[in-house]
C-alpha cells in the first residue's frame, strides 16, 4: 500500500516528533479506508498565527489549540501526482504546551491528539 505524503511545516523554535506524527496519519488514514495516493499537510505555529487563521476563517479574535482546512468542500480534490489532497491541519504549539501541562500528558501525545482531531474533521468525521 502507498503511503500517505505527510508535508509538516514547524516554526523553527518549536520541536515535535516528525516520524511519530507521519506515523500516525498514515495508520489513521489506513484504520479510515483511505487508500491509495493521499496528501495531507501539517503545521505547527504560534498562537499569533492561529490568532491570525482563527479571525480570518472563523470570524474568532482568539487562538484555538487546532484548525483543520478541508480540500474536499464537497468534492476530493486531485493534485498534480493524482493524489488525494485532504487538507490542512493547524496546531498551535503554545496551546499544546499549555494543555500538556494541564492534562499531564507529554507534549508528543497532545501533538497526536490534536493531529487526530484534525485529520478526523478532514476525512468529515465531526465530533458533537
Same mark, same amino acid.
Given at each position: 500500500?502507498?503511503?500517505?505524503?505527510? &508535508?509538516?511545516?514547524?516554526?523553527? =523554535?518549536? @520541536? *515535535?516528533?516528525? @516520524?511519530?506524527?507521519? &506515523?500516525?496519519?498514515?495508520?489513521?488514514? @489506513?484504520? @479510515?479506508?483511505?487508500?491509495?495516493?493521499?496528501?495531507?499537510?501539517?503545521?505547527? *505555529?504560534?498562537? =499569533?498565527?492561529?490568532?491570525?487563521?482563527?479571525?480570518?476563517?472563523?470570524?474568532?479574535?482568539?487562538? =484555538?489549540? *487546532?484548525?483543520?482546512? &478541508?480540500?474536499?468542500? +464537497?468534492?476530493?480534490?486531485?493534485? &498534480?501526482?493524482?493524489?488525494?489532497?485532504? +487538507?490542512?491541519?493547524?496546531?498551535?504549539?503554545?496551546?499544546?504546551?499549555?494543555?500538556?501541562?494541564?492534562?499531564?500528558?507529554?507534549?508528543?501525545?497532545?501533538?497526536?491528539?490534536?493531529?487526530?482531531?484534525?485529520?478526523?474533521?478532514?476525512?468529515?468525521?465531526?465530533?458533537?
Amino acid at each position: 500500500m502507498e503511503e500517505v505524503q505527510v &508535508s509538516i511545516f514547524v516554526e523553527s =523554535r518549536y @520541536k *515535535v516528533n516528525r @516520524k511519530r506524527i507521519r &506515523s500516525l496519519v498514515n495508520n489513521l488514514l @489506513k484504520k @479510515k479506508g483511505v487508500a491509495g495516493k493521499a496528501e495531507v499537510s501539517i503545521a505547527i *505555529v504560534g498562537d =499569533r498565527k492561529m490568532r491570525e487563521l482563527s479571525r480570518k476563517y472563523k470570524g474568532e479574535d482568539k487562538t =484555538r489549540n *487546532v484548525l483543520s482546512f &478541508s480540500q474536499a468542500e +464537497g468534492e476530493p480534490a486531485k493534485n &498534480s501526482s493524482d493524489a488525494l489532497f485532504l +487538507g490542512d491541519v493547524v496546531i498551535s504549539y503554545p496551546q499544546v504546551i499549555r494543555e500538556a501541562a494541564a492534562e499531564e500528558v507529554l507534549v508528543d501525545e497532545k501533538i497526536e491528539q490534536l493531529v487526530e482531531h484534525g485529520i478526523m474533521h478532514l476525512l468529515g468525521i465531526n465530533h458533537e
